[in-house]
């Protein structure tokens, strides 16, 4: 019988040769879903023969990952802020730099933001993530797919989150639900078509592209802060996550579109990545 020791140092030669990131890590991650186990729990078993079917079904998955498939697709899930989101290809992965937009909402609120709107929320770890920590509050997730929809709901009841509601809407042609809202946050598709073909094969070849491209870069955040000052109380706030360098454009839209004490938020890569302010 093959041990989880060796059952390792195969699988990490493997992905290795497949030119995947970290092998070893995700080597160790995959298994780690097969025993429902985490990395200590393996390290502490490397002489642990694995079962037939264990064997097979490692085999499965590993080949999953040398022809690219995400990391986070395959163990279904990707921890976020503190909480586990499931994810699959109907939803964008959360990334890092995104918690650092979570982290701009929720130090910037005032006691009186109750209403709060999430625009494309795809898995929902934006508006599932300000409802765990805003239970006084109520958070309207927005999104153009039903799929993705299905997703951030099954994200609620993972997190125990019962302040939100979810909203099927195509921001670009329809207008927001009839209510005042005192934030709306978005980290809408921003990365040109044209450079789709730079990206890596993970992105390309699993994650959803109306998620990530647009023919304008810049289309969103014009649609989103055209609309804005018709659903956001008098000094609401609008939160936005950009792309390398696009801050200057959406700071601009912003300011023609009735914003004022703009602020925008380094990542720790030194990327403008965060834009917001107050409606006047």
Known sequence: MLKIIDALKLAAEFLEKKDVESPRLNSELILCKILGTDRVGIYTQFDKPLKEEEVNEYRALLLRRSRKEPLQYILGSVDFYGLNFSVDPSVLIPRPETELLVDCVLKNLTPETINILDIGCGSGNIGVTLGK?????IITCLDISLEALTTARK????????NIEFLEMDILSDYPVPKKFDLIVS???YIARLEKNDMQKEIIDYEPHDALFVDNEMKFYTRICEVSPCILNKNGKLFFEVGLGQ?????????????????????????????WGELK
């Open 133 to 137: 920590h805003l239970p006084n509050s």
């Open 155 to 162: 994200n609620a009841d993972r997190n125990s989150v019962s």
């Open 187 to 189: 980290n809408p598709p």
């Open 247 to 275: 801050a200057s454009k959406v700071r601009e839209i912003m300011e023609n579109n009735n914003f004022q004490n703009i602020i925008v938020v380094q990542d720790l890569a030194k990327i403008e990545r965060i834009v």
